[in-house]
């Protein structure tokens, strides 16, 4: 690739966000970052915009150019407090739908109109519906990992992070919970509910292996692994703490393990690590093709033309919008709990 002259006035005005990541971006590839880092901020000015970045995003869009990071729960829930115009996605296609949902009257981008997500891709509005046949009563549950047309079919959504709140929050002895079936048997290991699961998967998590992960822990006596609940079961049988993406990094920074093994997509390690410099990451990451279809330039590209933006037909919209927002009623009727 010809090397392009970079502006040195640009490199000093993003020097302090350099300082923020340079423990994991090597020096030579942030001239390369810098002009986008750089023009990203001044758009985000200049249309009124913020980018919602999930936890698996690399570190130069994650810490030097997103207004809000976290889990698809917090993305979800950051997202109705926003007064921007315009809100850029730097996520998958799912979150980006989620975002739009609850905010109709707003510019949802998506950078890459290919972000998808195995899980989304496995299972379709008519199977929902065949389920239903199949099981008449029975309140269907869906991860948001899937399609708003799936959501639209389904009576509430969950994630990660709030699975087994959100099926004990139903009063049913039974419960179909959609599509990803390791999520759907973690979450039957921790209740006595009936959970009748789909037959989907996370291609990243599902690639991880219990055996890989002993082989880790064999070197290293005091290693702490910490897996995300889209992990096959023995994998998360070999696990010390099992978590949504924001729930394994409140864990490391909190309890500051000496090392520490995230068993999930590789840009997690990079961004907990950034400024966290008394724990070792052990790093035998997957990564999501998916996510890593955002990139900055994408990102630059997507905000100087106020496109790709996510449209839902409203039709659709309006049952998966119910679907999302039982969801968040649940989390808040916990919070009111807590606080009483
Ligand atoms: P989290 O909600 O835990 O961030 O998970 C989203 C996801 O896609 C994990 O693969
Ligand atoms: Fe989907 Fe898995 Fe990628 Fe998450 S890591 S977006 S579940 S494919």
Redesign the pocket.
């Known amino acids: 690739m010809p090397v392009k002259h970079i502006d040195a006035t640009i490199i000093e005005k993003v020097a302090p966000l350099y300082e923020r990541v340079k423990t994991v971006i090597p020096d030579i590839e942030w001239p390369f970052h810098a002009p986008h880092i750089a023009a990203i901020n001044e758009l985000k000015k200049e249309k009124n915009a913020v980018i919602l970045a999930?936890?698996?995003q690399t570190p130069e869009i994650y810490h030097c150019v997103a207004d809000i990071t976290?889990?698809?729960?917090a993305l979800a829930q950051r997202a109705i407090d926003t007064d921007a115009d315009v809100i850029v996605v730097a996520g998958?296609h799912f979150m980006a739908e989620t975002a739009k949902l609850l905010n109709p009257d707003k510019t949802v981008l998506i950078p890459d109109l290919g972000a998808g997500?195995s899980?989304a891709e496995s299972i379709t509005a008519a199977d929902v519906r065949k389920l239903r046949e199949q099981y008449p009563g029975v309140p269907v549950v869906t991860y948001?990992?899937t399609s708003a047309e799936v959501k639209a079919e389904c009576d509430i959504c969950c994630?990660?992070?709030n699975a087994l709140a959100i099926v004990e929050s139903l009063g049913s002895e039974r419960v179909i919970f959609l599509p990803d079936e390791y999520l759907a048997n973690y979450v039957a290991q921790q209740t006595d509910i009936e959970i009748i699961s789909w037959q989907g998967r996370?291609e990243?998590?599902g690639r991880f292996t219990a055996e890989e992960l002993e082989s880790f822990r064999a070197g290293h006596d005091d290693l702490t692994i910490i897996a995300?609940p889209?992990c096959p079961p023995d994998v998360l049988a070999t696990a010390d703490f099992v978590?949504?993406?924001?729930?394994?990094q409140d864990y490391v920074v909190n309890k500051r393990p000496p090392k520490v093994l995230m068993v999930?997509?590789c840009s997690m390690s990079d961004n907990v690590s950034v400024g966290i410099d008394d724990v070792e990451f052990i790093r035998p990451c997957n990564l999501?093709p998916y996510?890593k279809k955002i990139t900055l330039a994408n990102i630059q590209a997507a905000l100087e033309t106020l496109s790709p933006a996510v449209e839902i037909d409203p039709a659709v919209a309006n049952r998966a919008r119910a679907a999302v927002e039982r969801m968040l009623d649940v989390g808040r009727s916990k919070m009111t709990e807590v606080a009483a």
Do not use: K, R
């Open positions: 999930h936890n698996y976290g889990d698809s729960l998958v997500c899980l948001v990992n994630t990660s992070g996370c990243v998590h995300h889209e978590g949504s993406t924001a729930q394994m999930t997509e999501c996510m």
